[in-house]
Nanobody, 122 residues
Framework: QVQLVESGGGLVQAGGSLRLSCAAS????????MGWFRQAPGKEREFVAA????????YYADSVKGRFTISRDNAKNTMYLQMNSLKPEDTAVYYCAADPEMGVTNKAYNYWGQGTQVTVSS
């Protein structure tokens, strides 16, 4: 089992940037496909981005493509989400997730963090 802890959320003005981190512990980090999801108030949780075990493949939701960048550092057991050109509609709780099955387009994940709040003011 892998444990996940997100950090880096906060309040930012529209057009600004934030970098989220997801620290993993428990099992070998590089064995896991990793992803970011978000959930806005009153909405279902939605996929944001995913990255393969070695970082060689990434996959993004259309709503964040070109603005967000997912990356990972297996030596530090950490995944990142660099968020640029933020919009008010990006406001949500952001969750990181891990799963041992490969395939960056697979949106099923077994392990989840607690989430970190991102608020973008207009």
């Amino acid at each position: 089992q892998v444990q996940l802890v997100e950090s880096g959320g906060g309040l930012v003005q529209a057009g600004g940037s934030l970098r989220l981190s997801c620290a993993a512990s428990g099992r070998t980090f590089s064995n896991y496909r990793m992803g970011w999801f978000r959930q806005a108030p009153g909405k279902e949780r939605e996929f944001v981005a995913a990255i393969s075990w070695n970082g060689g493949m990434t996959y993004y939701a259309d709503s964040v493509k070109g603005r967000f960048t997912i990356s990972r550092d297996n030596a530090k057991n950490t995944m990142y989400l660099q968020m640029n050109s933020l919009k008010p509609e990006d406001t949500a709780v952001y969750y990181c997730a891990a799963d041992p099955e490969m395939g960056v387009t697979n949106k099923a994940y077994n392990y989840w963090g607690q989430g970190t709040q991102v608020t973008v003011s207009s």
